[in-house]
């Protein structure tokens, strides 16, 4: 028997989900990217760090009066704040859910193949720590932008307000692991805006491509976790997760407006402050700029929209089943 096998459920019925999760970890020694060459580390500097068009203000005004000075720093730092976003997604979201399912919070997921799928990410999630780590050192290095402090993130930040109203443990646990599906859900559309991009430097391209590489398997994974747990999980648990699972939509498709009024204003952008302020009403409809299917359709396979709770808790977002 091939060792990689050993401690396998067999015995499990081979489920849709399961066969494709076990398709997913048997490639993983030849897919994921930290098993294949390093990265080019080379700069250049007279490519754009960032694509404009993502900065949440790129059409207003103000900035666009801006010097082309400022304007560059201003793209160097949006590159800055979009990989943090994906440090904090890997070290604040996804590591400790998966942390919770190695210790066995997690109903469902106790089985040989999930936990080296668990186990497997946890190495892809550090090794994309590392990606980005590199790329953000060396735009700071060469832009002069060492002393720029990225604040938390309202995705982290509403999932622990979050967690923090809750008064049991396998709540916060279950809070955690559905910020962790949506945001593996989602992160691979996210670094789609800049992987296929080649008009900014071909070091931050690379750095994204690399990442999002893994992270297509990494949203099946999700996927066919939940579909793994969510129907291990007691009636109350199924109703938490229900009404649970839509809220990290809106957390994720936050503009993150907080963190650009400290930016600039840590740039010396006297304008900064009327330049977000005039933003923030378009954060209302933020939810309607992400692409929520694979969400809609995990909740509808899982059964989450035949719960009153999964009903009610998507259609506040004006999701429907
Ligand atoms: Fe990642
Ligand atoms: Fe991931």
Same mark, same amino acid.
């Given at each position: 028997?091939? #060792?990689?096998?050993?401690?396998? &459920? ?8 399961? =066969? ?13 990217? $930290? ?14 760090? /960032? ?36 440090? %904090? ?19 469902? @997921? ?6 080296? @799928? $668990? ?33 938390? /993130? ?16 396998? =709540? ?13 859900? /989602? ?13 900014? =430097? ?23 976790? #939940? ?9 109350? =648990?199924? #109703?938490?997760? %229900? ?14 407006? &907080?963190?650009? &009024?400290? $930016? ?39 059964? $989450? ?17």
């Amino acid at each position: 028997m091939d #060792a990689s096998l050993i401690g396998y &459920d067999h015995h499990d019925e081979p489920s849709q989900s399961r =066969q494709l999760l076990l398709r997913i970890s048997e490639s993983w020694n030849t897919r994921a990217k $930290v098993r294949r060459e390093a990265l080019d580390l080379t700069f250049e500097p007279a490519r754009d760090d /960032f694509l404009e068009t993502l900065l949440p203000f790129h059409q207003h005004p103000l900035y666009q009066a801006l010097s082309e000075c400022d304007r560059q720093r201003i793209l160097s730092c949006g590159w800055l704040i979009y990989n943090d976003k994906t440090v %904090a997604i890997e070290t604040a979201i996804v590591t400790p859910s998966c942390n919770d399912a190695l210790e066995g919070r997690i109903p469902g @997921l106790e089985g040989g193949l999930m936990r080296k @799928l $668990v186990c497997e990410t946890l190495v892809d999630e550090a090794y994309h720590l590392l990606l980005v780590e590199n790329a953000s050192r060396i735009t700071r290095h060469y832009r002069g932008l060492g002393d720029i402090r990225i604040p938390t /993130f309202n995705l982290v930040r509403f999932m622990e307000e979050a967690k923090a109203g809750c008064s049991e443990g396998w =709540q916060r646990t279950l809070v955690q692991l559905a910020t962790s599906v949506v945001s593996e859900i /989602f992160v691979s559309d996210y670094l789609h805006q800049l992987s296929d991009c080649h008009t900014i =430097q071909t070091l931050n391209r690379a750095t994204v491509a690399a990442h999002r590489h893994d992270e297509l398997a990494h949203s099946k994974v999700f996927t066919g976790l #939940a579909e793994t747990f969510y129907p291990a999980l007691d009636r109350k =648990q199924q #109703a938490f997760f %229900a009404e649970v699972l839509p809220k990290p939509i809106e957390w994720f498709a936050d503009m993150e407006l &907080d963190i650009w &009024d400290d $930016v600039l204003a840590q740039l010396g952008i006297v304008q900064g402050r009327t330049i977000v302020a005039d933003c923030r009403p378009m954060n209302a409809n933020a939810v309607r700029r992400v692409d929520y299917s694979g969400v809609v359709n995990l909740g509808r396979n899982i059964g $989450v929209f035949d719960t009153m709770n999964g009903r009610d808790s998507f259609g506040l977002l004006g999701i429907a089943a």
